[in-house]
């Protein structure tokens, strides 16, 4: 495939910027201000229904849960065939975390002992198919005891019933909770005329639900909201075994054990920690890599990183429209760099360094400088002399984070705003630049 050229870059009002790929720049421009609206067109917009979320509640009975999530459908009159399930229990957006089997088992006792459940919440994603939005845990929980697939275990009240799969139930204990029904409440489809305004309603919801107490991450979030292209592209790419061993995430599976422990002194397969498991757990490498791509351009968003959140909603909004031969450039850059940056720094590459040797934990600060500076126009062309020179390289980066800590210390992850990003892109650059200087 010929990849695109990228555009030539220059400086915008001082700021160091990238060369950017046709058909790439994403503009971050922002409406301000407020009309001033009359109580009249408030109670029409109220009346026609403007940003209202249609439901309607449902129960399910515990015993029928199983067959209920086994349940399929064709996928539509010209798939050959093709059939999916009716409820989709494992949208994108889920988290990754998993029960263990004293939680799971918890929530059977509380069936047992007719404690209130929270309602799932389930999205109709066409007539009759159905995603769950918050609950997904409940459900596989429910579905896998009555597949027999755990037995009970840390019961509190009934720890007479610890060890017994749900065939191995006494008669009259099967029945009770046999009996027993999970409340949903479903957002249908009429809520929204368009898929833009679906998309603004779901991110209502998720933005309000809470799961426990425990809130969805802002990319859970994204992933249900703004799910596409490029947002696969930035899940695909978080599995980079080079990308996960610098941030400290296992290469293979994580742990939930790892991820739960208070302790981020844990020393892991692959040099995995405690903290790369619960950025793991909170899909936070699938959002850093998406900032990436989105740092690229933010000599244009003026915010800086004080509004980091924003500033990827947009960017993943619209580049989820990107074209496919500029996401396979995306892929590639990416890729690229990450395998320059572990060849030249190894798992220190979004570290501050010291001449010690004893380096901080990585951090995204850092990561922005370090990939923009890997990935600009004036190095990629030389990596492999810079690679001669790796040593240097080291050295140059030690120099530039120890001036760092007794002047401005841009690099404390305190300061955010657009200035401050664009020192960091200058200060890295130079480093990496004096090595073929």
């Given at each position: 495939m010929k990849k695109p050229k990228p555009n030539e870059g220059a400086l915008q009002d001082g700021a160091v910027v990238q060369n950017l790929l046709p058909d790439e720049k994403v503009s971050f421009v922002v409406p301000v201000g407020k009309n001033v609206v009359s109580d009249e067109e408030l109670n029409s917009r109220y009346a026609k229904g403007d940003v209202r979320i249609v439901t309607e509640s449902a129960r399910y009975s515990l015993a029928?849960?199983?067959?209920?999530?086994?349940?399929?459908?064709?996928?539509?009159?010209?798939?050959?065939?093709?059939?999916?399930?009716?409820?989709?229990?494992?949208?994108?957006?889920?988290?990754?975390?998993?029960?263990?089997?004293?939680?799971?088992?918890?929530?059977i006792e509380s069936f047992l002992m007719n404690v209130p459940v929270p309602p799932v919440f389930l999205y109709e994603r066409d007539l009759a198919r159905f995603e769950v939005m918050d609950g997904r845990q409940r459900l596989t929980a429910l579905s896998e005891f009555y597949a027999d697939k755990f037995a009970l275990s840390g019961l509190q009240y009934w720890q007479d019933l610890d060890g017994r799969k749900y065939s191995q139930l006494p008669s009259k204990v099967r029945d009770g909770i046999d009996r027993r029904y999970i409340s949903s409440i479903i957002l249908l489809k009429e809520t929204a005329a368009t898929e833009e305004q679906a998309a603004g309603l779901k991110k209502i919801v998720f933005e309000r639900l809470n799961s426990g107490g425990v809130r969805l991450s802002s990319q859970e979030t994204r992933n249900a909201v703004y799910n596409?292209?490029?947002?696969?592209?930035?899940?695909?790419?978080?599995?980079?075994?080079?990308?996960?061993?610098?941030?400290?995430?296992?290469?293979?599976?994580?742990?939930?054990?790892?991820?739960?422990?208070?302790?981020?002194?844990?020393?892991?397969?692959?040099?995995?920690?405690?903290?790369?498991?619960r950025m793991f757990q909170k899909m936070e490498d699938v959002e850093l890599v998406l900032r990436f791509f989105a740092y690229r351009q933010i000599a244009s968003y003026k915010m800086g990183l004080n509004k980091i959140s924003e500033f990827l909603d947009i960017f993943l909004m619209k580049g989820n429209k990107f074209q496919a031969p500029l996401l396979e450039s995306y892929r590639q850059i990416f890729e690229d760099a990450l395998a320059f940056l572990w060849e030249a720094l190894e798992s220190d590459a979004f570290c501050v360094l010291s001449e010690s040797g004893k380096n901080s934990r990585p951090t995204k600060i850092v990561y922005d400088a370090v990939m923009f500076a890997a990935t600009h126009h004036s190095i990629v062309p030389r990596r492999l002399e810079i690679l001669k020179k790796k040593e240097e390289l080291r050295g140059a980066l030690i120099e530039m984070y120890k001036s760092d800590k007794s002047g401005n210390v841009v690099f404390s992850g305190?300061?955010?705003?657009?200035?401050?990003?664009?020192?960091?892109?200058?200060?890295?650059?130079?480093a990496f630049s004096s090595v073929i200087a």
């Open positions: 029928g849960i199983l067959s209920m999530l086994e349940e399929t459908v064709e996928v539509d009159s010209g798939s050959g065939g093709e059939r999916e399930y009716r409820y989709k229990l494992d949208p994108e957006y889920q988290r990754r975390h998993r029960w263990s089997v004293e939680r799971k088992s918890r929530l596409g292209p490029l947002n696969q592209l930035c899940m695909s790419l978080s599995e980079n075994e080079n990308f996960r061993r610098m941030w400290g995430i296992r290469v293979d599976e994580v742990d939930d054990s790892e991820a739960d422990a208070d302790s981020d002194g844990f020393d892991g397969a692959d040099g995995a920690t405690k903290s790369g498991a305190r300061r955010t705003n657009f200035m401050d990003a664009q020192e960091r892109n200058r200060l890295v650059l130079a």
